[in-house]
């Protein structure tokens, strides 16, 4: 589901509205969210409010969009797993509200699946004991039998595709004072800030290039830190009654979401907290990166055999948030091959990924993706390749004058007080008489190894030309 469609389902904005935005975009650029704004045809309070609802969660089976059959199976397998017995067990186990585990309770006992634990004459509601009965139990192992997944309810692809939509990265602003801060921690040269924003705000694919150590998957990551609004993630996806995972906690950190005081007063509709679909977590945005490692098969849904349940593949994951493909060039995988896969969502924001059955479903991609490589891009893609990449930004070695301020800060963060005049000695000394180039790793290497070879030598860390000149011998092959 596209914004203005989200608008207009929330009676925020009309079709008319939408297709007069839209002739806006074509004239002079910018979002449909931007163009709604100059026309005043909604207000800034109004799109975030869209922007930063939570899911509601269902308040039934059939407003889950999952097949009744499905939850009971998947309530079947909690219980023998997990040795769960109360509807509010099993409902902060599968993240629905206990009045639909109790629904899912009332199909499973017309089944003859479980029963009801005798514990005493005034124990009901939450309270209320189950046990599966033997015909639960065979059906239970029936159900591991076909996918050992049991936990969260899974989300269909349709809400899938409707919250992607809510929460698009270009739906958020990243201005100059936002990235410098993102970057701070970093010495860059002041032009690099002029050529990432523009990239950053629109959410496109981007090209780093440039000789190695000079920082491009150090800004690549620091780029995540621009962006401030949280984004939902599902545990699960269910696709053809089967189970696709999405929640990994090794990327996605959860977050407490901002107050929908906002949404509540623009929609007049407020959200109790029993009323959150709790299938969706909160979480800052994700950042991964693949590297050498890299290979076709993790653009693909990865079916594991032994749990009978798909991985999602790493766009997916990194819905939202930031995708990295490091040391691009350096794959097993020809880097022909991977653009070439990479072509549709790059293009076209949506993936198409086929179950073991060979049936190909729609999923919308949503991050900003970076191509890292030290390699030149002429020699990694041909001319029209090339032209696809929206946004591509050399990242040159830092000129000296940039190399003294990441030099002085290296030797800050490890204690150490160089002297005056060393870094023009080491000039002259080791990188115009021995014609070796500058690289901007090359500070905080100096400023570990003068730490480390001190330890070595049980004394003060001191910083000098000899120590310096033997940390620069290590930085290349002695002919």
Known sequence: MLLGELLVQENLTSAADIDLALDRQRRVGGTIGENLLALGKVT??????????????????????????FLVGLMLKCMYVYGLSTPAQLADEMRLRVSVVNQ???????????????????????DQRFVLSAAGTARAMEELERSQYAGPAPVTLEDYHNQIARQRITHERVTRPRLERALGHLVVDESLFGNLGPAVNSGQTLLLYGPSGNGKTAIARALAHSFLKEVYVPYAIEVDGLVIKVFDPSVHHISEPVADDAAAHVTGRTIRRDQIDRRWECCRRPVIATGGELNLSMLDLVYQNELRFYEAPVQLKASGGILIFDDFGHQAVRPA???NRWLVPMEQRVDYLSLRSGKKYEFPI???????????PNRLMDPAMIRRFPFKIAVNPPTFRTFRRIFEAACQRNGLTAPPDLLDRLRTDFYERQNRPIAAYHG???ANYVVARCRFEDRLPTLDENIAMDALSHLYIQQ
């Open 444 to 446: 905080e290497f100096v």
């Open 44 to 69: 800034a309070e109004q799109l975030e409010s869209v922007f930063r609802r939570r899911p509601a969660a269902p308040a039934t089976i059939e407003a889950s969009g999952l097949r009744p059959t």
């Open 337 to 339: 091959e991977i653009l």
């Open 104 to 126: 899912i309770i009332d199909l499973a006992k017309e089944r003859s699946f479980v029963e009801v634990l005798a514990v005493g004459t005034h124990v009901v509601g939450t």
């Open 366 to 376: 949503d991050q900003l993706t970076i191509f890292a490589t030290n390699i030149s």
